[in-house]
């Protein structure tokens, strides 16, 4: 079965400090990857994507990703965090072929301390 | 750009009641998505459409009815609200079912009393 693990519930970080949310995904075919952000009170939006080749995507926001095949992993990363970066982020799995289904994973809370 | 509009914003409900949510988008998109959102479980699909007209159930259609009467339109229909139910309902847009990037609404939150 597909699946999508985001294995830190809530990350603390100072802002300026690096960044690197973990995501793996369980499936035995081709992924296709997003990582969406949710603020308060807002719907989820796109930072960034990954459907094929270079496995390190840039997105939004100085936002990139990696995805791992070997290691069935998309973890995204930010080299200097800001207080706005504080919300909560989904790691999402798009199965090929599916007629729509997105597999979310539980999402990781990212407080950014002043 | 475009938008998707979610009405009400906030829904408080009592227990049986029937209660429903719409949803509206200007992205001219095929396909529309009702998820829900729950703290500490993600989100699950409720209902998709893949065109007007189109319905296809999600991991959660128990208990839900949806309606697309229309292209930019997708209502969702709690048919029996649960007592003491809090979520998010998230309607979200695509171009095409699969593996295009989703667009979001801000949500309606349901409270059941």
């Known amino acids: 079965a597909q699946s999508v693990t985001q294995p830190d519930a809530r990350v603390t970080v100072s802002e300026g400090a690096s960044l690197q949310l973990r995501c793996k995904y369980s499936y035995s075919g081709t992924p296709y990857l997003f990582w969406y952000v949710q603020y308060p009170r807002q719907g989820l939006q796109l930072l960034l994507k990954y459907y094929s080749g270079d496995p390190v995507v840039q997105g939004v926001n100085g936002f990139e990703a990696e995805f791992s095949k070997s290691n069935s992993s998309f973890h995204l990363r930010k080299a200097s965090v800001h207080w706005s970066d504080s919300a909560v982020y989904f790691c999402?799995?798009?199965?090929?072929?599916?007629?729509?289904?997105?597999?979310f994973g539980l999402g990781t809370t990212l407080q950014v301390q002043p | 750009g475009g938008i998707i509009t979610q009405t009400p914003k906030f829904l408080i409900g009592q227990e049986g009641q029937k209660l429903t949510l719409k949803c509206q988008q200007n992205?001219?998109?095929?396909?529309m998505y009702w998820y829900r959102q729950d703290s500490g479980k993600g989100l699950r699909l409720i209902y998709y459409?893949?065109?007007?007209?189109?319905?296809q159930k999600g991991d959660l259609s128990e208990g839900y009815d949806a309606s697309r009467e229309k292209k930019s339109s997708f209502s969702l229909t709690v048919t029996s609200a649960q007592k003491n139910e809090m979520a998010v309902f998230l309607c979200?847009?695509?171009?095409?079912?699969?593996?295009?990037?989703?667009?979001f609404g801000k949500g309606t939150r349901l409270t059941v009393v």
């Open positions: 999402v799995l798009s199965v090929t072929g599916n007629t729509g289904k997105l597999i």
């Open positions: 992205f001219n998109h095929d396909t």
């Open positions: 979200a847009s695509s171009i095409a079912a699969g593996d295009t990037e989703v667009f």
């Open positions: 459409s893949i065109t007007e007209n189109d319905l």
